[in-house]
């Protein structure tokens, strides 16, 4: 009994346990404390950018390609000084990088990317929304930029940040450029001849027009395989490439092709205080082509919500064209060739996106570049499409009040009901890559350096010398402005009438393709694939 009694008793624990138990603890210490210390030591090295590999700044997880323009260089930080110019308010919001794509971008193109893009405009428009557009299309791949500047645009604190971005080339409205263009071919042909002696848009659109002639032997000295017309208000969508590029699209558009058309879709805003309509609109309505016909005509009602058409404005969409001889523009929206019918292709998901009358100041912005009478038929001689004349009426004959309201029963979409059952039925669509495209690149401060470093390059006395210069060559172009006013003295129409009345002497062409609306509700003839 004593000795079962001595056998249960516990017994003190030998050194050799002891050192075992001792062992094992330490091991357990090891491995709860090493990967604690491993997720420090990696959320410090990605904090501080220090050579983490982000599979989120890929665009792709199988492959290591970078957006089109993305410098290769390491990474570096971006500076982000702010611009003390109040036209670049909207443009640096946050000097935060919030947005892994465009981290430390220099937008160097490299010269062995293919096939090279060129973009070419007619604006008046500022900083504010000229850089925005630009910089978008530096993203998808667009190489170069012809920019025929007026107005603020051609303003120096404008043209110089302008003229300093790699890439970009300025061409001001001078005395030597409209002597140039009044003796270019397009301007002594009679395809152009019914836009010319009328005012506002159809002035805008023969000056379009003798822009892209000049554009194209610009583009063509500078090696570019294809060229495109938009204005600042318009960004391209290449939805149904392999990748969020413009330049894969039109890789992949076949050699024979000589024109690819990116039909639009025109903005829907929600809102009547739009300041930003790059990032803040996200809905659009989208062209005819790109909607099944039963879809359409049965729901245009709903669509057009009393409006004249379909779309606000126009509806036949934008041109790309590639570089070839003969090339010659046939007006704002398409190419031609002297030579042979162009080969031409509809893109099935591409678009052209169109932020027309998406802020409240377009209204008057209208009315206050065109001195036409605020009556019915006065109108159709500044207006090509019904939405324009309506809107310079109101602008000029209502009050603010008037204006705002007419503006948010016409234009704004505020009947969520209404959104979601044409969201539903695909007339109405939400695309947010440009929008989250446009905000990277403001809050990672590309903007806003571009302006500063623009500011810096300049001296005080050449930036004087630059603006006083810059006066002259505008006070020289105002001089001819009112006198030809795109061939409107009395030589030049005698001459144009001349040219019209023996146009059976010249090569025949079909006229100049205008901004024309989508087909309307009580239209047999359907436009083409």
């Not at 009345?501 to 083409?528: C, K, L, Q």
């Amino acid at each position: 009994m004593a000795g079962l009694y001595t056998s249960l008793r516990p017994q003190p624990p030998s050194s050799s346990s002891s050192s075992q138990q001792s062992f094992f603890s330490k091991v357990l210490l090891l491995l709860t404390i090493l990967p604690l210390s491993l997720a420090v030591f990696a959320f410090v090295l990605q904090w501080r950018g220090g050579g983490v590999d982000d599979p989120i700044s890929r665009w792709s997880p199988e492959e290591s390609h970078k957006f089109p323009g993305m410098d290769s260089s390491p990474l570096s930080t971006v500076a982000h000084s702010s611009s003390h110019s109040s036209d670049c308010s909207l443009l640096a919001h946050s000097n935060t990088p919030s947005f892994p794509y465009y981290k430390d971008w220099k937008f160097k193109l490299h010269s062995d990317l293919k096939p090279k893009i060129c973009i070419t405009t007619s604006t008046s428009a500022g900083l504010e929304q000229i850089l925005p557009w630009m910089f978008y299309h530096k993203v998808i791949g667009v190489t170069s930029f012809l920019l025929f500047v007026e107005g603020k645009a051609a303003s120096p604190d404008v043209s110089k940040v302008l003229e300093s971005i790699p890439g970009v080339k300025v061409i001001y409205r001078t005395r030597e450029l409209e002597e140039q263009q009044a003796k270019s071919r397009i301007w002594n042909e009679t395809w152009l001849s019914s836009f010319f002696y009328k005012p506002c848009n159809y002035e805008l659109f023969v000056k379009q027009s003798l822009n892209m002639e000049m554009a194209i032997v610009m583009a063509r000295d500078g090696g570019m395989d294809w060229i495109i017309h938009l204005d600042t208000d318009e960004l391209l969508h290449p939805a149904g490439a392999r990748e969020y590029s413009l330049r894969q699209l039109l890789l992949d558009v076949p050699s024979n092709v000589d024109m690819v058309i990116f039909p639009n879709y025109e903005s829907s805003v929600e809102r009547d205080d739009i300041k930003d309509p790059f990032t803040e609109v996200s809905m659009f309505k989208k062209n005819y082509d790109h909607l099944m016909k039963d879809t359409y005509f049965g729901m245009y009602k709903e669509a057009t919500r009393g409006n004249p058409n379909y779309f606000l404005t126009y509806g036949n969409g934008k041109a790309a064209a590639r570089i070839q001889d003969h090339l010659r523009p046939n007006g704002a929206h398409r190419w031609h060739n002297y030579m042979k019918t162009p080969k031409e292709i509809k893109l099935e998901e591409a678009a052209v996106l169109h932020y027309t009358y998406s802020k409240f100041s377009d209204l008057t912005s209208r009315r206050d570049r065109c001195g036409c009478k605020p009556t019915k038929e006065d109108v159709k001689r500044c207006f090509m499409l019904e939405f324009d004349r309506s809107a310079f009426i109101i602008a000029s004959t209502a009050t603010e009040d008037e204006m705002l309201n007419w503006y948010r029963e016409h234009v704004v979409w505020t009947d969520k009901a209404v959104n979601l059952k044409l969201l539903r039925k695909g007339i109405l669509t939400r695309i947010y890559a440009p929008m989250v495209i446009v905000q990277g690149l403001r809050e990672s401060g590309v903007f806003s350096s571009i302006v500063s470093s623009a500011q810096k390059s300049l001296s005080k006395d050449k930036f004087l010398a630059s603006i006083e210069s810059s006066n002259s060559s505008k006070a020289a172009a105002s001089e001819t402005l009112p006198s030809r006013k795109i061939g409107r003295n009395q030589h030049s129409q005698a001459a144009r009438r001349v040219l019209e009345e023996s146009a059976s002497h010249f090569e025949f062409h079909e006229e100049a393709v205008p901004p024309r609306p989508p087909p309307g509700i009580d239209e047999d003839v359907i436009t083409e694939a």
